[in-house]
């Protein structure tokens, strides 16, 4: 019973990790071909995976690309990398800059289809006290603005706000519809 249970925890693994590499080359190729979000996710894989897949230098060098990406799309108004742009900027994973960030927040308002991106960008600044004193209120009054909007990483950190810190399942899963609405398939778990 022993070597059964090891065989399938063995071939699980050997799964898991063929499985791990075949993601992440599928997600260089598309880097490669300048899909800011591909190189953002590589990044993502690489700063947070654990064991001989952690590579920080790797993650800081996707998420760099990303920047540059995100940053040509941006100067083209596009409203979307202006965020994406932002939400790098606040990262840890490179070098932080929050002022430069709610610039490009600001740019996002600039656009009539980019306010929930504004509203949601503003939403997590002041939500994590980044560059901007913290204010729950303010942030959460921000992302409900941004939701509203039908932007839906907003009804998701509302969602999350709700389950986490208020524990009202009740008002989270109301959230957590909505973003699973509007498309977001983590939301509908």
């Not at 947070?48 to 897949?53: F, H, I, P, W």
């Not at 900027?89 to 960030?101: G, M, R, V």
């Not at 729950?136 to 986490?164: M, Q, T, V």
């Given at each position: 019973?022993?070597?059964?249970c090891f065989l399938f925890v063995f071939f699980?693994?050997?799964?898991?990790?063929?499985?791990?590499?075949?993601?992440?080359?599928?997600?260089?190729?598309?880097?490669?071909?300048?899909?800011a979000i591909a190189c953002h996710q590589l990044?993502?894989?690489?700063?947070?995976?654990?064991?001989?897949?952690?590579?920080?230098?790797?993650?800081?060098?996707?998420?760099?690309?990303?920047?540059?990406?995100?940053?040509?799309?941006?100067?083209?108004?596009?409203?979307?990398?202006?965020?994406?742009?932002?939400?790098?900027?606040?990262?840890?994973?490179?070098?932080?800059?929050?002022?430069?960030?709610?610039?490009?927040?600001?740019?996002?308002?600039?656009?009539?289809?980019?306010?929930?991106?504004?509203?949601?960008?503003?939403?997590?600044?002041?939500?994590?006290?980044?560059?901007?004193?913290?204010?729950?209120?303010?942030?959460?009054?921000?992302?409900?603005?941004?939701?509203d909007l039908n932007f839906f990483p907003a009804?998701?950190?509302?969602?999350?706000?709700?389950?986490?810190?208020?524990?009202?399942?009740?008002?989270?899963?109301?959230?957590?519809?909505?973003?699973?609405?509007?498309?977001?398939?983590?939301?509908?778990?």
């Amino acid at each position: 019973m022993k070597k059964i249970c090891f065989l399938f925890v063995f071939f699980g693994i050997f799964a898991f990790a063929n499985e791990y590499q075949k993601i992440l080359k599928e997600l260089d190729i598309k880097c490669n071909n300048n899909e800011a979000i591909a190189c953002h996710q590589l990044g993502n894989l690489y700063f947070y995976s654990r064991g001989e897949n952690k590579n920080p230098q790797k993650a800081k060098m996707y998420c760099k690309k990303a920047q540059n990406i995100n940053q040509k799309l941006c100067e083209k108004n596009d409203y979307m990398a202006c965020y994406n742009l932002a939400m790098i900027l606040i990262d840890e994973k490179i070098e932080p800059n929050f002022q430069k960030a709610k610039e490009y927040i600001d740019k996002t308002c600039e656009f009539k289809d980019g306010l929930g991106a504004c509203y949601c960008g503003f939403g997590e600044l002041h939500r994590d006290g980044k560059g901007v004193k913290k204010d729950i209120g303010l942030a959460n009054s921000y992302f409900e603005k941004s939701c509203d909007l039908n932007f839906f990483p907003a009804c998701e950190y509302l969602g999350d706000y709700y389950r986490d810190k208020e524990q009202n399942l009740e008002i989270a899963k109301k959230y957590y519809k909505k973003s699973c609405d509007l498309g977001f398939e983590s939301s509908c778990e």
